[in-house]
């Protein structure tokens, strides 16, 4: 199924994200995330090792190397808080969650945004077709929690988290670089074993 590739303006950025994952600013995740995110989380390397395998089963082995520490389950660095401001931003899909579907897909960059909201960091895609929204929560120094939902198409407005499962995601933020940050969901609902948001800051 296809959707419309929207871009956000500022004002709409703000709008669709507010009240995503309703939680007190000392709040953390264990205190919101539904108990299908807290399995996801608890299978995240089972995710990792699974569709790291099926890649190197296939044609795209090479892409693996190529992307160096940002598929490597344990190249996380300290101080994971990125900062807030402009971000570009892919996903890859890594493994395939059924036959007949692709074991690597690599989308182009977009524009992304962190932004500091009610005391906590905020994630927000702002093109694309599909768009993931949410928030950030302190989980150790190498890592920080991600708890959001997918926006679809022309939608000018972010489910609350919590509300369909279709659309909830629980990932792993870490720092991988210098300047390079990525973002791991295991098990996400839709077609691959892992999905990873690469960030590099727009500046």
């Known amino acids: 199924m296809k959707y419309a590739v929207v871009t956000l303006s500022l004002l709409a950025t703000t709008a669709i994200a507010q009240n995503v994952v309703p939680a007190p600013p000392n709040a953390g995740w264990r205190d919101v995330a539904t108990a299908d995110d807290r399995r996801r989380l ?23 190397v ?19 401001g402009d971000y570009r931003c892919r996903t890859i899909k890594l493994g395939a969650a059924q036959p007949g579907l692709l074991d ?20 927000i895609k702002l093109t694309g077709s599909q768009r993931p929204v949410g928030a950030f929560f302190p989980d150790n120094s190498r890592r920080m929690i ?4 997918l926006v679809l198409g022309d ?25 390079r ?23």
């Open 155 to 179: 939608e000018s407005r972010a489910l609350r988290y919590g509300r369909d499962r279709e659309r909830d995601m629980i990932g792993v933020l870490e720092r991988v670089g210098e300047r």
């Open 42 to 64: 608890r299978n995240r390397r089972d995710a990792w090792l699974a569709a790291l395998r099926d890649v190197r089963d296939g044609e795209h082995r090479g892409e693996i």
């Open 181 to 203: 940050w990525r973002i791991a969901f295991p098990y996400p609902y839709y077609e691959s074993l892992l999905d990873v948001i690469e960030l590099v800051p727009s500046r």
């Open 66 to 84: 190529r992307g160096g520490p940002l598929f490597e389950p344990d190249a996380a660095l300290p101080n994971a808080a990125p900062p807030p």
């Open 104 to 123: 690597y897909v690599a989308y182009p960059f977009f524009r992304c945004r962190i932004r500091q909201q009610r005391g906590r960091l905020q994630f």
């Open 146 to 149: 991600f708890l959001g939902t």
